[in-house]
């Protein structure tokens, strides 16, 4: 029998919680958020002369944290309508409503009798064959069953998620003996396809799998930075972005995450007595951390951990680092680090760990060490805490937000330096990793393929069928590729167009690339897909290019160049196959014009996207401010001068604003939702839009013809002109925002017409374009361009 999921109950509103309810929401599903009830009536509460049976006391802990969902930042909710799925209340009142419920997930505090006098009471009302999970992090899963009936210990796992829930794609699944096998496949399977998650079955032991690793990981270097004469700042310049971390690295993800979690997960794992001698010693607490503790210096959470802001002498504030010597904050300098600059041209960080372990100075010291007890450690955790591999490196990716697993760096190093690194660390790996060859190929099917020790034999990654993994199959299915893209052929008829520039840019050899990929699957195929798996779809034009040929006052270059963006893009949109854009990430500028013109759009729920050229001092001038208009000018009605909605679609491009989810990019228009559809999987983005190509393509695709547009001309931009007169008044804008402010109102109401008109997509082009071309001869408009390349953010001037 299928099993749906309707409605969730949550059992506890803190900030998991709440990140659950918020998740869950976001997917579609009704969720009851239950809290306690207060034990005393607030003095707010007294001086209103509530008392404690009234409902807003009762529920006052579920509500409270139900709001700081809602202003969570970043954001918890796709979208703020979303927190209408999702209804609050209290243990006593409203346990009871769980008969209705499909899955009850408990994320109460981290006490074992607390959890098991819970589940009690959710016998008492649950219905049989009701699933029910803990989002426990430290307590055994058996431990929590206790006492349970049969049928409470069939549906019930551990559903771990990582925090910030709807970021972490991590869920690690924690059957115990009497889970159900196909409950266990249910919750892979739901968490995968439903909540977007990475789902990663775990056994039962101490920390699961992301923590037992990650945690080791993050103690050893705590050991590390005294030893080798480091500081903080050092560490976290050595472990962030240049190995495929976070930004935070190491200590600063310890401030992040809070000391007292990372202590309580340390002492756990050496508590529990899993470990041998040598791995316990790394949990053991360095004297400064537990000094730390003493101080109650445990991070973001009060404010100062390792790092602290400060005011200094010119009243300023600054970030300083924890001298874990003087145990004073200072400002930690900027070391420099030979071993890093030889990485400097290497653009894949998998790719630079051959040359970091070779280095001659403290870093390459570090990496080795580091390295070398890492590798050690997870050839022990084989079959200890995972039975394969892949799972350790999924949890690592997924929950830690490593860009590569461990076995994968170990594979990049090369297995028997490896090993030699373990040795020079003081360690011996697992007997079974010594005749292993590698940890991952890539089979003729383009699937990643990993050793399984249990049978000595490369196996298939279950799941993977799902996904297209665009690495595996460049080798043998790239059709054509040049210096920024390159064409894969899909299979099934699609082909696919990957933009493969730095930051995936929108230049003229992308720009070549995605004519290219047209002709071809115009001639020989039956759809085309425009996806990439980097960091993000794309941020946009060519930058510097404009700016080059803006300096040297190229006119003609830069008209044809402008000229060459608007034809590509309407050749996305009026050729004759279907075009399936797949955005993800930061879609911005020139990517979201790429998006906007897509006949379908598979978007990744995680995708930030908008027309943010404004911020460069000009109006998007790759179509992207025709189609606003264009789509506008459906919803006009005879008489509508003053359109609210165009007036919408011009604040959002004046204003630059960039969606923060893709459902958001719905409300303001950039998505339709008659034809673009979100998943929440980003792995499955690709192998999604593939099928939505094919399916267009097999309704019977014709080409488009292009459209009229409806304007409404100098009545409307009076309008505009009228408000931006006043924002530069109020002094909200600047007299070079208003100029851009103008300029993209004229574009927008097809310019100085006497009246209503209908123009076509190419008059509005023309002048979308002469008006990107005033704008580069602004000065002020070159001063943003420059800010922005040089700074990495806009500049207001």
């Known amino acids: 029998m299928k099993r749906r999921i309707k409605h969730v109950t949550v059992l506890g509103s803190g900030i998991m919680g709440s990140g659950i309810a918020a998740h869950f929401a976001n997917i579609g599903v009704e969720v009851l958020l239950l809290d306690i009830v207060p034990f005393e009536l607030t003095e707010a509460e007294q001086k209103k002369g509530l008392t404690k049976e009234d409902k807003t006391v009762r529920n006052r ?50 006490r074992l009798d607390i959890k098991k006098s819970v589940y009690e009471k959710i016998e008492q009302h649950r219905k049989p064959g009701t699933l029910v999970s803990s989002n426990t992090s430290g307590i055994p899963i058996h431990f929590l069953i206790e006492g349970r009936s049969d049928d409470f210990k069939k549906y019930f796992a551990g559903t771990h998620f990582f925090n910030p829930v709807r970021y972490l794609p991590l869920l690690e699944i924690i059957p115990t003996p009497e889970t159900d096998p196909e409950i266990v496949k249910f919750y892979m399977e739901y968490g995968a396809k439903f909540l977007g998650k990475a789902t990663v079955e775990a056994k039962d032991t101490p920390a699961f799998i992301a923590n037992r690793i990650g945690v080791f990981s993050m103690m050893n270097l705590l050991h590390e930075v005294k030893n080798l004469g480091l500081n903080v700042s050092d560490i976290d310049k050595l472990t962030g972005p240049v190995i495929g971390r976070p930004k935070s690295a190491t200590f600063r993800t310890a401030d992040v995450v809070g000391l007292d979690t990372l202590v309580m997960v340390a002492n756990g794992v050496r508590q529990s007595g899993a470990e041998a001698n040598d791995f316990n010693d790394v949990f053991k607490l360095p004297d400064y951390i537990q000094k730390m503790m003493d101080n109650k210096w445990l991070g973001s959470k009060t404010e100062q951990g390792f790092y602290k802001k400060v005011k200094n002498a010119e009243g300023k504030s600054e970030i300083q680092g924890l001298n874990l010597d003087t145990f004073e904050y200072e400002l930690q300098g900027k070391s420099d680090f030979p071993t890093l600059e030889l990485t400097k041209s290497i653009d894949k960080p998998i790719d630079r760990f051959k040359v970091l372990v070779g280095g001659k100075d403290k870093a390459g010291e570090l990496y080795r060490k580091s ?26 990716r997924a929950g830690f937000g490593w860009e590569n697993g461990p076995f994968e760096i170990w594979d990049a190093v090369g297995v028997q330096k490896g090993i030699e690194l373990a040795k020079e660390a003081g360690y011996e790996v697992s007997d079974w990793v010594k005749s292993v060859e590698s940890f991952y190929k890539v089979n003729d099917e383009g699937q990643s393929i990993f050793f399984d020790k249990n049978s000595g034999n490369y196996n298939n990654i279950p799941g993977q069928e799902a996904f297209i993994i665009l690495d595996n199959i460049r080798k043998n299915k790239t059709l054509w590729s040049n210096s920024g893209s390159a064409i894969q052929d899909l299979g099934d008829g699609i082909i696919n167009f990957e933009i493969r520039s730095k930051m995936n840019s ?53 008209n044809m160049a402008i000229a060459y963006f608007q034809k590509s893009m309407m050749r996305v949109r009026y050729s004759s196959i279907p075009v399936v854009v797949a955005p993800h990430g930061m879609t911005l500028g020139g990517g979201c014009e790429m998006t906007m013109h897509a006949d379908r759009v598979v978007a990744a729920a ?41 007036r919408d679609m011009f604040m959002n491009i004046a204003m630059g604003k960039v969606a923060t989810s893709a459902y958001e990019a719905y409300d303001m228009g950039i998505l339709e939702n008659h034809k673009d559809i979100v998943v929440v999987n980003k792995n499955r983005q690709i192998a999604e839009a593939k099928k939505v190509a094919k399916l267009t393509a097999e309704l019977g695709y014709t080409q488009p013809i292009q459209q009229k547009v409806k304007v409404l001309g100098r009545d409307a931009l009076g309008m505009f002109l009228v408000g931006t007169d006043q924002m530069l008044t109020g002094k909200y804008i600047s007299e070079h925002d208003k100029l851009i402010a103008d300029k993209l109102a004229n574009v927008l109401v097809g310019g ?18 002469e008006t990107f071309l005033q704008l580069c001869g602004e000065r002020k408009t070159l001063e943003r361009i420059q800010f922005m390349l040089t700074k990495g953010k806009p500049l207001r001037n």
């Open 606 to 646: 995680e995708t930030y996207i908008g027309l943010v050229e404004t911020g460069v001092g000009v109006i998007p001038g790759g179509g992207g401010t025709k189609e606003m208009a264009l789509r506008v000018s459906r919803e006009f009605h005879a008489d509508d001068v003053k359109n609210n909605r165009l």
């Open 752 to 769: 100085n017409l006497s009246e209503p008109t209908v123009v076509t997509e190419q008059y509005l082009l023309n002048l979308e374009r």
């Open 506 to 558: 929108l230049g003229g050899e992308v720009l070549d690339g995605l004519n290219r990929a047209i002709d071809l699957a115009e001639k020989d195929y039956d759809g085309l897909v425009i996806g990439n798996q980097g960091a993000n779809f794309s941020v946009g034009a060519n930058l510097a290019m404009i700016l080059m040929m803006a300096i040297d006052q190229d006119w003609d270059d830069l």
């Open 371 to 396: 390295l070398g007890a890492l590798f050690a450690y997870i050839s022990h955790k084989v079959p200890e805490i995972s039975d394969e591999l892949y799972k350790i490196d999924d949890a690592m």
């Open 61 to 110: 802990i579920a509500t409270e944290n139900f709001v700081k969902l809602q202003k969570a930042s970043p954001a918890l909710l796709y979208s703020p309508k979303f927190a209408d799925r999702i209804t609050v209340g209290n243990f006593d009142d409203d346990l009871e409503k769980i008969k209705k419920t499909d899955w009850i997930i408990e994320v109460v505090v981290e």
